[in-house]
């Protein structure tokens, strides 16, 4: 046996030993969340548990960042406790989580990305489909996007929450690469036509400009049926990402076309009950203010007055018309800080209408 044979022999054994550990401390935890479902059910009786605890997992990750002693990066580390946390949960209560379908679609790799693998994730047709599915009960929770970093708010999520009764309950952002993809089948036939999502052309729009100018651009309801179809139509291409072309077995001709390098979206978790605070929250609103000058102004001072952080204001019309404006606000804090809840009761003093749409954990991940 060589130096290097009897060398790697060791570092195994070592390996084969750590595993057995590591193994081992798993099985207590997955004890222990099994025990904490016990508890919530036992001071809950006949009521319905809520065992999901997005502001504790959101303080569990955060730690986990903060005391991780290298070498595998804050990121990844994290990731392997979201998925032991979310094997813990299944323990607990499997979970039901609808998103923006069809399978394969970036909203999909965001609900994984927040809740582990350990989910069931149900894809729905349309938002409001997810918004319903979760209001019935048949999901405990819902992912929707709503605001990409290239080609701004998703406008259909925004008017939802003027109507539904569901909470935003966290928030998570995933980096969005596009890639140009084909059936293998193809082999070198020229491209007649790309399929993709309107938004997905958008933000490749240069790089199709650059690349594959002339070539026909047909917009189809989602990355993953745009996929779909180049799958089974030769000849024929998709922009779409990793999870799609995994599904539909393409190969990919040209990765990573997204015009922006940062291109990011942010999707939200929606559900029927609040959240704690977590120690680093986010809080969103609806506001309708009257029609008359300096609305806006007296909106924004309070915000200024107690020193408290905008992430977001956008505007959309109302939908019934006796909401002038409609705000839709992001600001750092939670509704149970004593400052915020200050500033929501001013708020409401000059506001027409004023909806809280929750408070929760900013994005660990
Ligand atoms: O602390 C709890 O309430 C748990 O249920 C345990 C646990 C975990 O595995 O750490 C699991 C699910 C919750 O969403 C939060 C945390």
Known sequence: MSDEQIRLGELRDQIDSLDQQIMDL?????????????????ANP???VFFYRPEREAQVLRRIKEANPGPLADEEM??????IMSACLALEQPMRIAFLGPAGTFTQAAALKHFGHSVISVPMPAIDAVFREVESGAAQYGVVPVENSTEGMINHTLDMFISSPLKICGEVQ?????????????GDQPLSRIYSHQQSFAQCRQ???AHQYGVERVTVSS???????????PGTAAIAGDMAAELYGLEIMAGKIEDRPDNTTRFLIVGRESVGPSGQDKTSILVSMRNRPGALYQLLEPFHRSGISLTRIETRPSPSGTWAYVFYIDFEGHMDDT???????DL???????????SYPAGVL
Do not use: T, Y
């Not at 400052?339 to 009761?345: A, D, G, M, T, V």
């Open 46 to 48: 006949g009521e319905d």
């Open 339 to 345: 400052n915020i809840s200050k500033l929501l009761e």
């Open 174 to 186: 995933l980096r969005i690469h596009h890639h140009l993809m084909r059936s293998p089948q193809s």
């Open 223 to 233: 990355n993953a049926e745009a996929a779909r179809r180049a799958a089974s139509e």
């Open 78 to 83: 994290a990731r392997l406790f979201r998925e």
């Open 348 to 358: 409401e003093e000059d506001a027409v209408e004023l909806k809280r749409l929750g």
């Open 26 to 42: 798993i099985s207590a935890r997955a004890r222990c969340a099994q025990e904490v479902a016990h508890v919530k059910m036992a």
């Open 207 to 209: 790089w199709l400009d």
